[in-house]
């Protein structure tokens, strides 16, 4: 399927749908804290999705058992809530969640900082996000999606971190995920050349070590081989005539 260009009424659904996923993202930062399980954090997260008539975009999708994917430490994405996993001080609790109001998914994703975690642990998180902002700044007409990515792995490898490469970010609309992918590295390839009305999450995975990741048994939760953490920050954007405009954000909220 080609990549879709959203109509005004589209992207006004998808500006709600990002605004109802940022309140949710800003109320579990409130609330996540050690000694929850991750399962606690589910079912606070997909309460207050279904709180603003939302679906939670992730519950049974490709068989994903749940609303929130909660990734902590050397878990990349794709955490599986667990009852006996308990969130500890020292802990990086990456959140990732999706919502559909009247049919248009949001995608976003937010690395929380638990008290006792160590500086250097901290600026992964710090750098992570920032990758995002300097990667969105190439998220302008007439450049390519690889420009995006390029700019993600400059700033990331600049501190000597990794960028994931099994993983990618993608378009988003009427479906979580569409074409193009968006990968948060630059390759051989160009990609599409970017227009107004294209709707992407872009959503940097850093890690501290290596880029190499493996696919724990249950099929979902991703690790980093090294066992060093990694970082996760996403948001769905839509690409206009001039700077992109962040969906998945609500006024007063900067997260
Ligand atoms: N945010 C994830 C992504 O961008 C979606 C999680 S996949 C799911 O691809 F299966 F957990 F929903
Ligand atoms: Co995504």
């Known amino acids: ?97 999706g919502v559909i109001y009247k049919g248009y998914h949001s995608d976003a994703a937010r690395t929380l900082i638990m008290p006792a975690v160590k500086d250097e642990v901290k600026k992964l998180v710090e750098v992570t996000k920032q990758s995002f902002f300097e990667g969105i700044k190439q998220a302008v007409p007439g450049n390519h999606i690889a420009d995006i990515g390029r700019a993600v792995q400059n700033y990331a490898e600049s501190f000597g971190y990794s960028v994931v490469r099994d993983l990618v970010g993608h378009g988003v609309g009427a479906n979580l995920h569409e074409e193009p992918e968006v990968p948060n590295f630059a390759g051989l390839r160009r990609g599409m050349k970017l227009r107004p009305g294209m709707t992407i999450a872009v959503e940097p995975m850093i890690n501290m070590g290596v880029y190499d990741v493996y696919w724990e048994d249950d099929d979902w939760t991703v690790v980093t081989a090294d066992g060093l953490p990694s970082a996760h920050y996403e948001n769905t954007i839509l690409i206009t005539e001039g700077e992109p405009e962040i969906l998945s954000q609500a006024p007063g909220i900067t997260l």
């Open 1 to 97: 399927m080609a990549v879709s260009i959203k109509s005004k009424a589209e992207i006004e659904l998808m500006r709600e749908a990002g605004r109802i996923l940022a309140l949710t993202h800003a109320e579990l930062a409130k609330q996540v804290k050690p000694g929850m399980s991750t399962l606690e954090v589910d079912r606070i997260g997909e309460e207050i999705i279904r709180s603003y008539g939302c679906i939670p975009s992730f519950l049974n999708y490709n068989g994903y058992p749940a609303s929130i994917c909660v990734s902590i430490n050397e878990e990349v994405v794709h955490g599986i809530p667990n009852k006996d996993r308990i969130i500890q001080e020292d802990d990086i609790v990456s959140l990732d969640a």
